[in-house]
């Protein structure tokens, strides 16, 4: 049975920072990909960040050269450290495993990020 804990969630003001973390527990597997995704109230989730298991990453425009995604895949690991938060950055984030081959991927079970003064 695999859990994903996430972490460092909170209340910041604008313009301050965060460093989200999530780890894997219980089962080893090996990961295809890691990623964030986050859902503010009354919209989608859509996906923050995402980092492949050869280093490779991606971001939400809205987010590039503001958010850093960092993954560990021996240790099953993945943190997002969010710079020049913005109000609009207020959600609900979750962390995600893509398992690498078949079996089912992995959500965290989400952290409030709330950036307001």
């Known amino acids: 049975q695999v859990q994903l804990v996430e972490s460092g969630g909170g209340l910041v003001q604008p313009g301050g920072s965060l460093r989200l973390s999530c780890a894997a527990t219980?089962?080893?597997?090996?990961?295809?990909?890691m990623g964030w995704f986050r859902q503010a109230p009354g919209k989608q989730r859509e996906l923050v960040a995402h980092?492949?298991?050869?280093?490779?990453?991606n971001y939400a425009d809205s987010v590039k050269g503001r958010f850093t995604i960092f993954g560990d895949n021996a240790k099953n690991t993945v943190d997002l450290q969010m710079n020049s938060l913005k109000p609009e950055d207020t959600a609900v984030y979750y962390c995600?495993?893509?398992?690498?081959?078949?079996?089912?991927?992995?959500w965290g079970q989400g952290t409030q990020v709330t950036v307001s003064s």
């Open positions: 980092i492949t298991r050869g280093g490779s990453t």
């Open positions: 219980g089962s080893s597997f090996s990961l295809s990909a």
């Open positions: 995600k495993m893509w398992r690498l081959g078949s079996g089912p991927d992995y």
